[in-house]
T-cell receptor
Framework: NAGVTQTPKFQVLKTGQSMTLQCAQDMNHEYMSWYRQDPGMGLRLIHYSVGAGITDQGEVPNGYNVSRSTTEDFPLRLLSAAPSQTSVYFC???????????FGPGTRLLVL | QKEVEQDPGPLSVPEGAIVSLNCTYSNSAFQYFMWYRQYSRKGPELLMYTYSSGNKEDGRFTAQVDKSSKYISLFIRDSQPSDSATYLCAMQGSGTYKYIFGTGTRLKVLA
């Protein structure tokens, strides 16, 4: 049981490049979400999903896309990277009811 | 004004001390209150979960919620150097999946 896994662990992008951050969970959780964590800002919700085929925007969705084709996977796409997207990105999952979130180890992204 | 306010610290205490970590909030719709612990360069992990007002104890950790004052606390007794981490409070309204996190308090327990 691996829990929540994220790849890559670290990535450097140039402004304007696109990339996909991968997230997978093997706990059969219905809810999955993406957060970014910045100094002094805490964790901010980017997008979330309450089940396969269902996604919705969080607090800071601009510049990011998500899709949820399976229960296990919830990739986050950066369409055109900007320096303001330099951050640490965390994926989380929780069972229906959403009481306990389980976080992945994070992806550190640097946009030059 | 942020929905959730948390003193960023850092907070340094000697080993064995009682630590008090606090958050205030403005949204009276919050029903679920959580404390997460985050070690450096790791993902947050759930420490305590409380529904509505009251106290909850788990080993050396006690979570308190005072909804009338919109104030939550986490107490750590007999603090250990291994407790050195950032502690994040989080809150959730009933019927919503969205969690609102505090900015986190950095705690350092000195041996």
């Amino acid at each position: 049981n691996a829990g929540v896994t994220q790849t890559p662990k670290f990535q450097v992008l140039k402004t304007g490049q696109s990339m996909t951050l991968q997230c997978a969970q093997d706990m059969n959780h219905e809810y999955m979400s993406w957060y970014r964590q910045d100094p002094g800002m805490g964790l901010r919700l980017i997008h979330y999903s309450v089940g396969a085929g269902i996604t919705d925007q969080g607090e800071v969705p601009n510049g990011y896309n998500v899709s949820r084709s399976t229960t296990e996977d919830f990739p986050l796409r950066l369409l055109s990277a900007a320096p303001s997207q330099t951050s640490v990105y965390f994926c989380a999952s929780s069972p229906a009811g959403g009481e306990t979130q389980y976080f992945g180890p994070g992806t550190r992204l640097l946009v030059l | 004004q942020k929905e959730v306010e948390q003193d960023p610290g850092p907070l340094s205490v000697p080993e064995g001390a009682i630590v008090s970590l606090n958050c205030t909030y403005s949204n009276s719709a919050f029903q679920y209150f959580m404390w997460y612990r985050q070690y450096s360069r790791k993902g947050p992990e759930l420490l305590m979960y409380t529904y509505s007002s009251g106290n909850k104890e788990d080993g050396r950790f006690t979570a308190q919620v005072d909804k009338s004052s919109k104030y939550i606390s986490l107490f750590i007794r007999d603090s250990q150097p291994s407790d050195s981490a950032t502690y994040l409070c989080a809150m959730q309204g009933s019927g919503t999946y969205k969690y609102i996190f505090g900015t986190g308090t950095r705690l350092k327990v000195l041996a």
